[in-house]
Nanobody, 120 residues
Framework: QVQLVESGGGLVQPGGSLRLSCAAS????????MGWYRQAPGKQRELVAG???????NYADSVKGRFTISRDNAKNTVYLQMNSLKPEDTAVYYC??????????????WGQGTQVTVSS
């Protein structure tokens, strides 16, 4: 069984920074693309940033220049460094990963979500 466990959310003032982490565990044969999504109240879930197994990245226009996604393949972990946070970044942030297991092949997995609140 595969699990994605997120950490690092919390309350921060506008202009502040947070670093989210997401660690994958279980019977993992391979870890493909990983990403961070967010969902604000009353809004649809949206892609924030993604990173391929080779390290190529993409970002939502709203976070370009402020957020940085990275990964540590040895630790099966993806990170999201969030700087210059704005109130509109407030949302539940979810980690997602495309994971290969011996039993099930390739599937997409999701973390449980971590709350990020930007407020003074």
């Amino acid at each position: 069984q595969v699990q994605l466990v997120e950490s690092g959310g919390g309350l921060v003032q506008p202009g502040g920074s947070l670093r989210l982490s997401c660690a994958a565990s279980g019977s993992i044969f391979g870890l493909n693309a990983m990403g961070w999504y967010r969902q604000a109240p009353g809004k649809q879930r949206e892609l924030v940033a993604g990173i391929t197994s080779g390290g190529s990245t993409n970002y939502a226009d709203s976070v370009k220049g402020r957020f940085t996604i990275s990964r540590d393949n040895a630790k099966n972990t993806v990170y999201l460094q969030m700087n210059s946070l704005k109130p509109e970044d407030t949302a539940v942030y979810y980690c997602s990963a495309s994971i290969v297991t011996w039993r099930s092949g390739i599937n997409d997995y999701w973390g449980q979500g971590t709350q990020v609140t930007v407020s003074s």
